[in-house]
Structure formats: C-alpha cells, structure tokens
C-alpha cells in the first residue's frame, strides 16, 4: 500500500503504516506475518466511520496489538513444539530511514519470545512506543494495576540485557565480511583472533534445514563447529554473497550448496564477535531472495 494508490480517507493509515509494522514485527519476530496483521488492520479501518475516531494513532494500534494476540494465540502450541532454536525472521535494515528505527536486534527479539503475548504487548507498548498506561488498558482490556503488573514483570526479564554499544557500521561489516570467509574456509587461527572467548552461535533451521538443536557456547566449541563444517566434502566457499545489515546487525546472505538460503548475522561487542545468529529455516529467509537478486 502505498500513497499513490491511496484514497484521502486512507492517509492515516499510511502515515501510521511504518509504525503499526513495528509493532506486529516486534510482537511476532516475522516479517510476513507482521505485513500480513497490518493488511487485515487495513481491511478492518475500511469498515470504520473514521469521523468518529478522535485519536487515529491509538485505535489503530490497538486494532494491531489485538490482532497480534490473537495470532500469537493461535500459534502458541506450534511455538513450543518448535524444533531447535527459535531465531525471529531477519528484517533488512540497511536504510538509515529504516522503518523500524528502535532496536530490533535478534538479542531482544528472543528475549521477547520468551514473555507471555500479553507482558510483550505491555513492555512493546509501554517502554517501546511510549502509549500512556490509559492506552494500554484500553489495548489490552486489562486494568491499570493489572498492566502495571504485565510491563513490571517484562521489565525482569529484559533487565539483565546489556546496552547494544554502536559499532562504527564499516569496520563491523568488516568483521563480518572476514568471519565469513574464515569459517568457510576453516581458517581456525583467523576465527580465534576474531571471536571473543565467550562468544555463543545460535542456528535455526525450523525442522526443515540441518542447524544446532541448543547454542553452542565458548570460542574453542565454536571454532571445532567450522572447522569441522569446512571439511565436509560440500563446503565450498560461496560464490555470491551479499554483505546487509539484518535486524541493525552486520550480515551475510549467502546460498549454501543445495539452494538453502541463510542468513548470518553478528553482534560484536570491544572489538570482537560476541553472537553469531544463523538463520538457515526457508520460511525465515525466503523474504531475502530480492536481496541476493539486487
């Protein structure tokens, strides 16, 4: 949807559009599924007197949030039973007007995977969006002490995270360029220079796609995880890869033999590789396939 195919009464929403997207991707940790919610959301504000709607912003927010509950609901039982790990789908955030300008790093998302749908919603929309504790009420049809209660115990969880330090944007591309090439290649000495000592890899294949069932932790353990990988009579260095940013973090996409698409993103910290996050499951990345085209 965009403005030119707008009708006047339809501006709200796109203005409001970049916003409510935030919110369903930060609630679902997925890309489609959260373009999906603001569609239906869209549907819905065409059935809407919009005269008699006196603050556009926070109806539709709250039509979005509801919506993500319901989703979220419905899914739960599949979210359990998920295979592995569950990494959110990689949202490009190359432009420096990204829509999504608040941290969306895969950290926090996980994090937020890890609440009840209602303590997400609070904390999202509370300390994220900043809408006032009226708001949230109205929201979730909760009462004020009640939403309190939800943001206080999100608040717990999400406490022990540390502040995301700024990584000059060149220099982390850099690293990330080089592990690349370093785990492809089995370059076990330039792995160890660039991993720090705790550093933890994370892979989602979904079921579908070969990945660690559980982190590996520890800069020994994950540089055993790529040697070992880059003597597997497939490994063979990528000949097209593409060097992004996912969800703020500097990335690699590449295509590994067989046609699997993955997306391997890095979060350093004083220098050195602190996470690696591969996500290799095809629902995940499938949305990445213009990337690699560009």
């Given at each position: 949807?965009?403005?030119?195919?707008?009708?006047?009464?339809?501006?709200?929403?796109?203005?409001?559009?970049?916003?409510?997207?935030?919110?369903?991707?930060?609630?679902?940790?997925?890309?489609?599924?959260?373009?999906?919610?603001?569609?239906?959301?869209?549907?819905?504000?065409?059935?809407v007197?919009?005269?008699?709607?006196?603050?556009?912003?926070?109806?539709l927010?709250?039509?979005?949030?509801?919506?993500?509950?319901?989703?979220?609901?419905?899914?739960?039982?599949?979210?359990?039973?998920?295979?592995?790990e569950?990494?959110?789908?990689?949202?490009?955030?190359?432009?420096?007007?990204?829509?999504?300008?608040?941290?969306?790093?895969?950290?926090?998302?996980?994090?937020?995977?890890?609440?009840?749908?209602?303590?997400?919603?609070?904390?999202?929309?509370?300390?994220?969006?900043?809408?006032?504790?009226?708001?949230?009420?109205?929201?979730?049809?909760?009462?004020?002490?009640?939403?309190?209660?939800?943001?206080?115990?999100?608040?717990k969880?999400?406490?022990?995270?540390?502040?995301r330090?700024?990584?000059?944007?060149?220099?982390?591309?850099?690293?990330?360029?080089?592990?690349?090439?370093a785990?492809?290649?089995?370059?076990t000495?330039?792995?160890?220079?660039?991993?720090?000592?705790?550093?933890?890899?994370?892979?989602?294949?979904?079921?579908?796609?070969?990945?660690?069932?559980?982190?590996?932790?520890?800069?020994?353990?994950?540089?055993?995880?790529?040697?070992?990988?880059?003597?597997?009579?497939?490994?063979?260095?990528?000949?097209?890869?593409?060097?992004?940013?996912?969800?703020?973090?500097?990335?690699?996409?590449?295509?590994?033999?067989?046609?699997?698409?993955?997306?391997?993103?890095?979060?350093?910290?004083?220098?050195?590789?602190?996470?690696?996050?591969?996500?290799?499951?095809?629902?995940?990345?499938?949305?990445?396939?213009?990337?690699?085209?560009?």
């Open positions: 949807m965009t403005r030119s195919h707008t009708q006047p009464g339809d501006r709200a929403f796109v203005d409001l559009q970049p916003r409510l997207l935030a919110v369903a991707y930060r609630m679902l940790g997925s890309v489609s599924d959260a373009e999906d919610i603001v569609q239906d959301a869209y549907l819905r504000w065409q059935r007197d919009v005269e008699k709607v006196r603050d556009e912003t926070g109806y927010i709250r039509v979005v949030t509801r919506l993500c509950l319901d989703h979220l609901r419905a899914a739960r039982a599949i979210r359990d039973a998920y295979p592995g569950w990494l959110p789908e990689p949202l490009v955030t190359d432009d420096a007007t990204e829509r999504l300008d608040r941290d969306v790093s895969v950290a926090l998302m996980m994090t937020l995977e890890r609440l009840s749908p209602l303590e997400r919603a609070a904390f999202l929309l509370h300390d994220v969006f900043e809408c006032s504790y009226d708001d949230l009420s109205k929201t979730l049809e909760r009462s004020h002490s009640s939403c309190r209660q939800l943001v206080s115990r999100a608040r969880h999400i406490e022990h995270m540390k502040p330090a700024r990584v000059d944007r060149e220099h982390g591309q850099e690293l990330a360029n080089a592990f690349f090439s785990a492809k290649t089995g370059n000495k330039h792995l160890t220079d660039l991993l720090s000592r705790d550093v933890q890899l994370h892979s989602d294949g979904g079921g579908k796609i070969i990945a660690t069932l559980n982190p590996i932790v520890g800069r020994d353990k994950v540089v055993r995880f790529f040697a070992g990988l880059s003597r597997k009579p497939t490994a063979t260095q990528p000949a097209h890869w593409v060097a992004c940013q996912l969800n703020g973090l500097p990335a690699i996409i590449n295509r590994e033999p067989g046609g699997t698409l993955q997306a391997t993103l890095v979060n350093i910290e004083k220098g050195e590789i602190a996470a690696i996050y591969m996500v290799r499951n095809p629902d995940k990345t499938r949305h990445l396939e213009s990337v690699m085209s560009d």
